[in-house]
């Protein structure tokens, strides 16, 4: 019976270290809902833009669609909303394109 008790004390000893070491870990760090956004409706915005740079495969301005491709590939990357929505403020901002 001396064993039992001692590999259950350890096991709680090993429970109570984990669960503070892990609450200590994330306390420092904000819990974010970002990682649940959806970039589908700011993606769409963005393929509205790339497709008023262009008439079918001819391009209006090969800079600005570059630019409207490039500004895509990052918000396809993108981890938050703020970080999307940022890009498509840019793209706006310096594009001809339409909120």
Avoid: H
Avoid at 45 to 50: E, F, G, H, Q, V
Avoid at 77 to 83: K, L, T, W
């Amino acid at each position: 019976m001396g064993l039992n008790v001692k590999f259950t004390v350890a096991v709680i000893a090993v429970a109570v270290v984990g669960f503070a070491a892990s609450s200590y870990f994330f306390s420092g760090q904000p819990i974010s809902g970002d990682w649940m956004f959806d970039k589908s409706k700011y993606i769409q915005k963005i393929d509205a833009c790339l497709e008023s740079q262009s008439l079918g495969d001819i391009s209006l301005n090969s800079f600005a669609k570059q630019f409207v491709a490039t500004l895509k590939e990052q918000a396809l990357e993108a981890e938050s909303e703020e970080e999307v929505k940022d890009i498509v403020n840019r793209l706006y901002t310096i594009t001809d394109c339409e909120p």
